[in-house]
């Protein structure tokens, strides 16, 4: 007995080649039109054992089915593949999943002309699915020095969950070596749809909110999870979806699913299944991927082949390449030509970046990952600040590209081992006056280039602060107790937010007496937990070295791809508790108060200053606790 499957799926759409009923230049009589004249049947008793019944097995029952030509994807060869009852083929392994998935998250390789709780019935009542493979050598089959070019699959008049078969489906796949001319254009891969009569079985439960009221668990053939149309690489990164179908009609919502509100819920719209139907557009070319090709050193120049977009685009939008999260060009389709040009100004730190475009609904179509070049050259300049005998003279270097470990001489011999550092921003105490000569090498962490540049410094006797004996002194760390970590975080996002923010945290950094970092240096504390009104709170422990000094406290912006905020930050002993309030600097009221787990409470007024309204900050976000209103009559006069 099946299962009732739900799962909660991040939804992406993603218009890929030929998808677009405007494309009239991409048609071809060779994917239009089935005849299964000739094919081979796949017999009840081919399917994976567990399954013979007709619903959800695998052709072949364990080895897969070798293709006897060479058929690329994404860059690489695949030579074999498993034929699933479910309306798609897989690469290496088989799959028997019932209820369709995003291809952006699924994790095997994958072509999914129709993925759907295909049902062939208990007796194969309800249709078949054949094969047939073919060869542009006109001698093929009968000689035997002859190769196949393609594969030809078709799903015939096959029907749904549970062995429904009041409505029917019947459409084909073929695969080629890209070669044999074939599909136009150098494609390999054809998807037909002569008959789609329903989008998934009675067991697919999607779980989403539906803009459409059709119902979960399928009924009738339609609703339930959707139907699911176009490829996967299998990486998370390199995928193509045309779109995710539930019910009957043409309606199509283009790159993406518009995604609305409803009664305070988000919900997703999905496409009508007829708007697949005798579409002969369905040509594709998947023996491509994307390369990145660095500059042998650090000029910071990058050539980016992205042909394989070259035909089938979408006529309008946009499509944005990115390096890492930062743009690299926004274009304005459709791309008329293959686009392979030269980007400059990137990194050079002999690590691995993540190239990537998207289209217009910012949801990855491909991607990949190039190793920087190495550094070649080094820049260095130093500031110091400070300057007085006996006090703390400090360091700050500006070294391009960053990728570099630090080797500092402070030109002060007398001063023993503190006259050295490989901390990044150093102090250092001199303890006479006069003039000094300190240097700075650093080297690359890639590519061995070094650079060092001497700093003259001049010493002075400065006037000594000074002497408060009312002032709170400075703040120091206790040895060895823990300590609590604490504040909030939002990041500066357009669209919605994200499940969790990535972009920034809360840095401490343990130094010891001469100021240099302790241990491994800066640990950074990042946020998690709900997103409450587009803030995520960070709240974390530490506990302080046996041997530091104090304690540096830094806000941080990872990579600098969007803005980053920070509110409400807390560093206090474990043992104790904090309570914050915030008053209006006019009239002195309180409109604020922060407890111990760094939740706030408001205090709204009305004119008269009059208590309103209190709001609580809670992990459901903020919530009013309690409101009153003063209402006087008046006196008709």
């Known amino acids: 007995m099946k299962s009732i499957a739900v799962k909660s799926v991040v939804l992406f759409i993603l218009f890929f080649c030929g998808f677009n009923l405007s494309f009239s230049q991409l048609i071809s009589n060779q994917c239009c039109g089935i005849d299964i004249t000739g094919f081979t049947k796949i017999q009840s008793n081919e399917y994976s054992v567990a399954n013979s019944e007709g619903d959800d097995g695998s052709f072949p029952q364990s080895a897969p089915l070798p293709l006897n030509f060479d058929f690329k994807f994404f860059g690489q060869t695949l030579t074999n593949l498993y034929i699933n009852i479910n309306g798609n083929v897989t690469f290496n392994e088989s799959d028997e999943t019932f209820s369709s998935e995003d291809l952006g998250t699924y994790s095997k390789k994958m072509i999914a002309p129709f993925w759907s709780d295909i049902d062939l019935g208990g007796a194969f009542l309800n249709g078949g699915i054949y094969y047939k493979f073919e060869s542009s050598d006109p001698t093929y089959p009968s000689n035997p020095n002859a190769k196949p070019t393609r594969l030809k699959i078709v799903w015939y008049n096959v029907g749904y969950y549970n062995e429904q078969n009041n409505k029917r489906a019947t459409f084909q796949l073929i695969l080629t070596n890209g070669l044999d001319g074939y599909l136009p254009n150098g494609n390999n891969v054809c998807i037909y749809y002569e008959k789609l009569e329903f989008t998934t079985g009675s067991a697919s439960c999607s779980g989403i909110t539906k803009c459409d009221n059709y119902p979960c668990g399928g009924s009738n053939g339609f609703g339930g999870f959707p139907a699911t149309v176009g490829v996967t690489y299998g990486d998370r990164k390199n995928f193509y979806q045309v779109g995710r179908f539930d019910h009957i009609g043409t309606d199509f919502s283009g790159p993406s699913y518009p995604v609305q509100t409803v009664n305070g819920n988000q919900c997703y719209r999905f496409d009508g299944v007829d708007w697949l139907v005798n579409n002969c557009s369905f040509n594709f070319d998947f023996s491509k991927t994307l390369t990145v090709t660095p500059s042998p050193c650090a000029n910071n120049l990058y050539d980016i082949d992205v042909s394989l977009f070259t035909a089938g685009l979408p006529t309008t939008g946009t499509m944005t390449g990115y390096y890492d999260n930062q743009v690299i060009e926004t274009i304005t389709l459709p791309l008329t030509a293959p686009l392979r040009k030269k980007y400059t100004g990137f990194s050079a730190d002999g690590l691995q970046h993540t190239v990537k475009f998207t289209f217009s609904n910012s949801a990855t179509i491909v991607s990949n990952t190039v190793t920087a070049p190495n550094i070649c050259s080094i820049n260095i300049s130093v500031t110091t600040t400070g300057n007085c005998v006996g006090g ?228 459901r976000g903020v919530m009013t606790i309690k409101e009153t209103r003063n209402n006087q009559s008046k006196l008709n006069k």
């Not at 995520?536 to 406290?553: K, L």
């Not at 309180?590 to 787990?597: G, K, P, Q, W």
């Open 392 to 619: 703390a003279t400090s360091f700050a270097e500006t070294v391009t590209p960053s990728a570099v470990t630090f080797l500092w001489n402070f030109g002060d011999p007398a001063s023993g081992s503190s006259n050295t550092s490989t901390a990044s921003h150093p102090t250092h105490t001199y303890s006479v006056a006069g003039n000094y000569t300190a240097t700075l090498t650093a080297t690359a962490i890639s590519g061995g280039a070094t650079k060092t540049v001497n700093i003259p410094i001049e010493i002075t006797t400065c006037q000594p602060p000074f002497d408060c004996a009312e002032c709170v002194p400075s703040f120091s760390p206790i040895p060895n107790e823990k300590y609590l970590v604490g504040g909030w975080m939002k990041e500066d996002f357009t669209n919605k937010y994200p499940d969790t923010y990535i972009h920034g945290g809360i840095q401490i950094t343990f130094l010891d007496a001469n100021h240099n970092p302790i241990g491994s240096g800066a640990q950074l504390f990042l946020p998690s937990g709900p997103i409450i009104d587009g803030w995520q709170r960070i709240e974390d422990e530490v506990t302080v070295p046996s041997n530091a000094a104090s304690v540096d406290i830094a806000l941080v912006n990872i990579g600098n791809a969007v803005s980053v905020y920070f509110d409400d930050i807390r560093f206090h002993p474990f043992k104790s508790n904090m309570k914050s309030y915030v008053y209006n600097p006019s009239t002195q009221k309180l409109t604020a108060e922060l407890d111990e787990n760094n939740y706030a409470t408001f205090y709204e007024y009305d004119d008269e200053g009059i208590l309103i309204r209190i709001k609580k900050e809670t992990e």
